[in-house]
């Protein structure tokens, strides 16, 4: 494993032989089938994810059951908060699911922890992941504080066509609703007026991507 | 200032003399009256605070300029967003004021960036910091996007009158507006909706608490 290892952990040159050997001796391959929920909240410290194919989702779940995506994390991403464990101050629960047929590498959280310990390379290399993530969320927070409604759906249509490389998006009102932290009937009504103005056309368990470029001059706005 | 030091900062034993002598050589006092903002966005690294006197707010700035609180740091926290330079994956911006007198100890991102990245304890610490920060912004996201604003609002009144220790408030409505990330309008409605029902009193620029078991019965609410 230790070739993989190298290839995908920058600070891996940084590390003691032992400690290249206790990480290569503790890493094992994981696959998770699309729609499997691999990690749900603290109690279960699954540990690190090196995503080697697919797409995965971290969310939160609010207590009346309302999803919120934070973000994805794609090809030699790396989940942190499966192994949540790993840091006493994470007193925050995320859920992780595989969106696609998704292979990780896994590192028990423990053994990841060790090594953090001992070595500055990986500690300060940890905080640049959780600094990565942390600014995905304050940018999520700015969206929800600050952008209308209209330009957070037709930014979101635009990534979720690009991350499937498909203009014809076979999802629910339901999913994207799950995506955005609001509720169905809001998605639906703000749907229907995208279709009226020739963004989109709907159809069953299905959004097309009509106006490519009214919806990127809508979403401007959510970038901006 | 090898004292004060060891005595704010967990890893001090763990660091070599040099680090100490590093640090203690660079480390300075600074005093803030209240209403100084400190830090400003990514451009101006000032460094890490460590509180010794007052509080600090941290917060952001939309595009339209609109404020939302944070959090608040009191007497030992430290204040690692104004050092964001020592990491290349903080990509957003926090600003920083005194909301009291402020007295802080100082030192300077690049000093203690060296630090970090030689020490894992420095490291880890630094972790820690950003992960109990992070889920601070966790548990406001939660807040925003899942709980009732008159909720949010007497949550807000009442941990404000626990921070001075006060139940008649010298605040406006456009500073209350400015935590919560609202409208000052928005806030209005509901302060006087709030003083029909006789859970505060309201006078210029004075909000008084004059039912805090129907308060805290609200805001148990919003903390549940």
């Known amino acids: 494993m230790h070739k993989e290892?190298?290839?995908?952990?920058?600070?891996?040159?940084?590390?003691?032989?032992a400690d290249k050997a206790a990480l290569a001796g503790a890493a094992d391959?994981?696959?998770?089938?699309?729609?499997?929920?691999?990690?749900r909240g603290a109690e279960d410290c699954v540990g690190l994810m090196i995503v080697t194919?697919?797409?995965?989702?971290?969310?939160?779940?609010?207590?009346?059951?309302?999803?919120?995506?934070?973000?994805?994390?794609?090809?030699?991403?790396i989940c942190l908060f499966?192994?949540?464990c790993i840091m006493n101050s994470i007193q925050f629960d995320v859920l992780v699911s595989a969106e696609?047929?998704?292979?990780?590498?896994?590192?028990?959280?423990?053994?990841y922890k060790a090594v953090m310990q001992r070595s500055a390379a990986a500690a300060n290399y940890t905080s640049?992941?959780?600094?990565?993530?942390?600014?995905?969320?304050?940018?999520?927070?700015?969206?929800?504080m600050n952008k209308r409604l209209d330009e957070r759906l037709a930014a979101f249509l635009l990534e979720e066509a690009e991350l499937r490389g498909a203009k014809s998006?076979?999802?629910?009102?339901e999913q994207i609703a799950n995506h955005m932290g609001t509720q169905r009937e809001?998605?639906?009504?703000?749907?229907?007026?995208?279709?009226?103005?020739?963004?989109?056309?709907?159809?069953?368990?299905r959004v097309e991507l009509a106006n490519e470029a009214g919806l990127q001059a809508l979403a401007a706005e959510a970038r901006r």
Chains 1, 2 share one sequence.
């Not at 391959?29 to 990690?39: D, I, K, Q, S």
């Not at 194919?53 to 991403?77: A, F, H, N, P, W």
């Not at 696609?100 to 053994?111: F, G, I, K, S």
């Open 100 to 111: 696609e047929d998704t292979a990780v590498l896994h590192l028990p959280a423990e053994t």
């Open 29 to 39: 391959e994981r696959e998770f089938p699309a729609g499997t929920v691999l990690h």
């Open 53 to 77: 194919k697919g797409r995965l989702r971290v969310y939160t779940l609010s207590d009346e059951g309302r999803e919120l995506t934070l973000y994805r994390l794609l090809e030699r991403d």
């Open 128 to 144: 640049e992941l959780m600094a990565a993530r942390f600014s995905e969320v304050m940018w999520l927070m700015d969206q929800v």
């Open 169 to 173: 998006l076979a999802i629910t009102h």
């Open 186 to 205: 809001v998605i639906t009504r703000m749907l229907r007026h995208f279709q009226q103005e020739g963004l989109v056309v709907l159809s069953r368990g």
């Open 5 to 17: 290892l190298k290839d995908y952990l920058p600070f891996w040159d940084g590390l003691t032989a």
């Open 82 to 84: 499966s192994a949540s």
